[in-house]
Nanobody, 126 residues
Framework: QVHLVESGGGLVQPGGSLRLSCTAS????????MAWFRQAPGKERGFVAAITWSAGNTMYADSVKGRFTISRDNAKNTVYLQMNSLKPEDTAVYYCAADVKQSRFFFIAPGQYDSWGQGTQVTVSS
């Protein structure tokens, strides 16, 4: 089991930026898909972005493309989500997730992911 811990959430004004971090520990893995999801009150958990642990290939939801950037630092076992030009509709709890079963395909369904962090709140408001 991979243990994931997110940090970096907070309150930011529209147009502002935040960087989320997700640090992995526990089971070691050389290949995986690491992803960010978010869940707003009353809504289902939705895919935001994903990255392959080894090669660094990325995929984004259309709603964040061009504004968010996912990256990873293998030496620190950490995945980042840089969020720029934030909008009120980005307000949600953001979760880090890991799919250690495979690393060939990106999946947007939460059920594909084995491990989850506890979530970090991001609020975009003036």
């Amino acid at each position: 089991q991979v243990h994931l811990v997110e940090s970096g959430g907070g309150l930011v004004q529209p147009g502002g930026s935040l960087r989320l971090s997700c640090t992995a520990s526990g089971r070691t893995f050389s290949s995986a898909i690491m992803a960010w999801f978010r869940q707003a009150p009353g809504k289902e958990r939705g895919f935001v972005a994903a990255i392959t642990w080894s090669a660094g290939n990325t995929m984004y939801a259309d709603s964040v493309k061009g504004r968010f950037t996912i990256s990873r630092d293998n030496a620190k076992n950490t995945v980042y989500l840089q969020m720029n030009s934030l909008k009120p509709e980005d307000t949600a709890v953001y979760y880090c997730a890991a799919d250690v079963k495979q690393s060939r395909f990106f999946f947007i369904a939460p059920g594909q992911y084995d491990s989850w962090g506890q979530g970090t709140q991001v609020t975009v408001s003036s």
